[in-house]
């Protein structure tokens, strides 16, 4: 069963940067065929979709809240999706999670076929 490992989180201050990291578990799981997503879940708050990127990475989308601030790439080669988050807010505090779906960008939304188990983003301000 591949797994999705997310790193990269940790203590920022407001208005700083920090970039996560997202790698599968095992080699032969290739990212090439699956769209890849960034979600966060704050304390008390329900998930939320933050970014997302198709099969090729030439498309993206982001939640509203991180358009302009929040940049989601994929390398398929390393098999590896980031998401460059910068002016950190403190709103952006949450646990975020990669997530994987190969039927499409609204099945990752809904029901994703593979989850990560997190990595936790902390903002003082």
């Known amino acids: 069963q591949v797994q999705l490992v997310e790193s990269g989180g940790g203590l920022v201050q407001a208005g700083g940067s920090l970039r996560l990291s997202c790698a599968a578990s095992?080699?032969?799981?290739?990212?090439?065929?699956?769209?890849m997503g960034w979600f966060r879940q704050a304390p008390g708050k329900e998930r939320e979709f933050v970014a997302f990127?198709?099969?090729?990475?030439?498309?993206?989308d982001y939640a509203d809240s991180v358009k302009g601030r929040f940049t989601i790439s994929k390398d398929n080669a390393k098999n590896t999706v980031y998401l460059q988050m910068n002016t950190l807010k403190p709103e952006d505090a949450a646990v975020y999670y990669c997530?994987?779906?190969?039927?499409?960008?609204?099945?990752?939304?809904?029901?994703?076929?593979?989850w990560g188990k997190g990595t936790l983003v902390t903002v003082s301000s």
């Open positions: 997530a994987a779906s190969a039927r499409g960008s609204y099945w990752l939304k809904v029901d994703a076929d593979y």
């Open positions: 095992l080699r032969t799981f290739s990212f090439s065929n699956y769209v």
């Open positions: 990127i198709n099969w090729s990475g030439d498309i993206t």
